[in-house]
């Protein structure tokens, strides 16, 4: 399979614990985005990298929040001391947010 | 500042008509924009873009949009809709980055049209 995959695909957590997730983008892809998506809602940006540099951050993406993408090629978002309001699809896009991944659905019990 | 908006929550068409989505748009340069689909439960599906040429846009599953500069629209359209073309259909826009303007890379989603077709 070419296109970007996200894992894992449903993620059930209790309030406080840490998540994290993975994006694994087409490869030879260098812009990379996470969006957050909830229910009739569109997608809202929350951090976009080209390459391994992160180059900008939604204020959504609180001190929560953070993501990485060593050497260009997958990207992690991870979710620390998780609040119920951090329920939600968790989208990768890769690309010009042209190519979008499965999601992770995020609930928070 | 770029944003997209999508006028209607949702829109009904019947089996084998003309169905339009409707998408207004404003960024500060010229747009790049974007439609997607979305079935319950999936990730967002492209389907066709506009960055610059000819007004008129093809994409999957015999969509087309049609880009309006003066009325800052980019709407939807399909001749004969499918029962399965039921979905969330999305509207994005970004600026394309310019050295003097600025812009951006990140596209900004309207908030979604329901579309459903009746058999």
Known sequence: DTGVSQNPRHKITKRGQNVTFRCDPISEHNRLYWYRQTLGQGPEFLTYFQNEAQLEKSRLLSDRFSAERPKGSFSTLEIQRTEQGDSAMYLCASSDAQYFGPGTRLTVL | AQSVAQPEDQVNVAEGNPLTVKCTYSVS??????????????????????????????GSYGFEAEFNKSQT???LKKPSAL??????????????????TGGSYIPTFGRGTSLIVHP
């Open chain 2, 29 to 58: 340069g010229n747009p790049y924009l974007f439609w997607y689909v979305q079935y319950p439960n999936r990730g967002l599906q492209f389907l066709l873009k506009y960055i610059t040429g000819d007004n008129l846009v093809k």
């Open chain 2, 73 to 75: 629209s980019f709407h």
């Open chain 2, 83 to 100: 029962v399965s073309d039921s979905a969330l259909y999305f509207c994005a826009v970004r600026d394309i980055p310019r050295i003097r």
